[in-house]
């Protein structure tokens, strides 16, 4: 009996043990271990589809719920002899939203676009972004905005057409946004411009996390967001987006 009882002791220990190492909690063995613990196909690619590479706090490790989104795609991967390369900026997105946990819908697959504006800078200067409505008839607007990591959209101002000058706020869903307008005095320590881009209106700005809710400051002024190192999931509600009104400080771009 007393063997017994020392057998189901020791393996209840090594049940607790290998729990422990999985969440990581109390694990000073490292990333590695968590992410050898969580199987296969439960971290990104940089910790190897099997888990068998090591998992630090420079790759993007699912298990490990401290681990922040980072760059993984530069202008030499979105570019091939100087077209824009819409599939890889699709795989790019998927691979964040991957990270994010965010599904790619049938809808997503058939409504989402990627662009660079025609910069010819998308790993600075683009976004991803799906229109989940666009009424006309009754004036309402629902839009995802993807963000790569330090990717911007073009400062731009939406104006009065046929229809009124949009008005529209925004949430941040993962990441974080600066979120610029023209209106306020100009904010210190902004980071920089992509030279691609050109100079700016908007001076003032706000760092905007998940959660925050913010408004459009003043009808048909200028305006963009620019995601942190994280890249940015961002929710937009408005009135109907008119592509017409659509104005924006470097003359080159276009939507």
């Not at 990717?151 to 000058?165: G, R, Y």
């Not at 809710?213 to 942190?228: P, Y």
Request: proline share 4%; net charge neutral; glycine share 10%.
């Amino acid at each position: 009996m007393k063997k017994g009882l020392n057998f189901k002791s020791a393996a209840v220990a090594m049940l607790l043990c290998s729990m422990v190492a999985c969440t990581g909690k109390t694990s000073t063995s490292g990333d590695a271990t968590c992410c050898a613990a969580a199987g296969k196909g439960q971290c990104t690619e940089q910790c190897g589809s099997d888990c068998g590479n090591e998992c630090n706090k420079k790759t993007n490790c699912k298990i490990n719920k401290e681990m922040t989104y980072s760059k993984k795609y530069t202008n030499a991967d979105f570019y091939k002899d100087g077209k824009f390369q819409q599939d890889v900026a699709m795989k790019a997105m998927k691979d964040m939203f991957d990270f994010y946990g965010v599904p790619f819908t049938e809808f997503m697959g058939k409504e989402m676009w990627v662009t660079d504006f025609g910069l010819g800078d998308f790993e600075n200067v683009g976004m991803g972004g799906v229109f989940w409505i666009n009424d006309a008839e009754y004036g309402y607007f629902a839009h995802a905005i993807y963000l790569l990591p330090g990717q911007m959209i073009p400062e731009h101002a939406h104006v009065k057409t046929k229809f009124p000058a949009k008005h529209e706020s925004w949430m941040v869903e993962k990441g974080w946004v600066y979120n610029f307008s023209e209106i306020g005095d100009e904010t210190p320590n902004a980071p920089a411009i992509p030279a691609s881009h050109g100079p700016i209106k908007s001076k003032n700005f706000a760092v905007q996390k998940v959660g925050d809710i913010l408004r459009l400051k003043k009808l048909e002024t200028f305006h963009f967001m620019m995601a942190g190192p994280e890249g940015a999931i961002v929710d937009e509600w408005a009135c109907y987006h008119d592509n017409d009104g659509l104005r924006f400080t470097n003359k080159k771009a276009a939507l």
